[in-house]
């Protein structure tokens, strides 16, 4: 793995690293929604309690339970080091509460992840609507430790807790016809800010994967992170992590999931077709038009590092696109 630490290019501000990626992104998303960045600065503004808050506990905005003991999968070894829990909890992309990504954990006081149902449909045998935690109960659970690179040349590892995706497929027993997953994400304009202020965005949230990358093995349906369940800026209470693909294919806080036999319509590619691929396989040699996707910068403590082909996860699914 080529580690590409270089002092002098880690100590550059942020905004010399990944210009582009971080402050473009948002004024894409501003014009999309036809806001100006005096009004979008305006409209976030962070409750002094949360501003003046610290520790990892209060990074939650929801209480988090803690989740059973597990050994982490030896499977998927990382060759990089965890990335701090607080650091992961107050970073995050999750627009349907801010385009701010340090004000997401700050902007989700009126979410709740419990109860929480998730509607499993189209192209299967056993349809069903699945409580959350009789889905946790139901399903075999496992720690895995992933990298997760964002599409703006971020990168984080995190320990998920979870289950593979392909369990739930076995579950509810697709039909021969089923050729795609469709993903989608909660729509409730009256808790979660960036819904009701920008209603022109394509609302809700959904993403999409083939039926032979559902069933792969890195696909994971997360229910926790760093040993108890998931806090709401990760997508609680249950999120889809493919660390194979840019973060956003990894979609959060999912209420159903469809069985079709077309490729779904999804979010970010639907918004700006030209920035964000349907597929979104994580690949060097193929800049965003804005910025290059060469290197990545680790959250919290800013090494860089060389951009691996499908996040270094090709062994695994370079069989897909062959
Ligand atoms: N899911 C929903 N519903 N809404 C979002 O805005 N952002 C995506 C993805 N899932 C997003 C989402 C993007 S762009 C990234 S990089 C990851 O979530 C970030 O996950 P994290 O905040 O847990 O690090």
Redesign the pocket.
């Known amino acids: 793995m080529a580690f590409i630490r270089k002092n002098k290019i880690w100590r550059l501000p942020d905004h010399e690293i990944t210009p582009e990626a971080v402050f473009q992104n948002r004024r894409e998303f501003l014009r999309l929604m036809g806001f100006s960045t005096t009004a979008l600065a305006a409209s976030f503004i962070v409750p002094r309690a949360w501003a003046k808050s610290g520790g990892e506990e209060s990074a939650r905005a929801e209480k988090t339970r803690v989740l059973p003991r597990l050994e982490t999968n030896p499977a998927y070894p990382i060759r990089r080091p965890l990335t701090s829990e607080r650091v992961?909890a107050t970073y995050?992309?999750?627009?349907?509460f801010s385009p701010e990504k340090e004000g997401v954990w700050q902007a989700m006081g009126g979410f709740k992840t419990r109860p929480w149902q998730v509607r499993i449909g189209g192209l299967v045998n056993k349809p069903g609507v699945y409580d959350i935690d009789d889905l946790i109960r139901q399903m075999p659970m496992e720690e895995r430790v992933y990298r997760?690179r964002?599409?703006e040349a971020w990168a984080?590892v995190v320990p998920w807790y979870g289950f593979p995706l392909r369990e739930l497929m076995k579950t509810v027993a697709p039909k021969s016809g089923a050729t795609y997953l469709k993903f989608t994400?909660f729509y409730q304009p009256g808790i979660a800010p960036g819904q009701k202020r920008y209603p022109r965005m394509p609302w809700p949230?959904t993403e999409g994967l083939s039926l032979d990358e559902a069933a792969n093995e890195l696909s994971l349906l997360a229910i926790g992170i760093y040993g108890h369940t998931l806090p709401g800026?990760?997508?609680g209470p249950v999120r889809l992590v493919v660390p194979w693909k840019y973060?956003?294919k990894?979609?959060?806080?999912v209420v159903a999931i469809e069985f079709t036999d077309t490729r779904p319509a999804t979010f970010w590619n639907t918004a700006l077709p030209d920035e964000y691929g349907y597929e979104a396989n994580v690949d060097p040699d193929v800049p965003h038009p804005r910025w290059s996707q060469r290197r990545e910068k680790m959250l919290g403590t800013g090494e860089i590092y060389a951009t691996q082909k499908f996040n270094g996860y090709g062994d695994l699914t370079a069989y897909l696109y062959a």
């Open positions: 992961a995050n992309n999750f627009y349907e997760l964002c599409v984080m994400s949230y800026q990760h997508g973060g956003y990894s979609i959060k806080s």
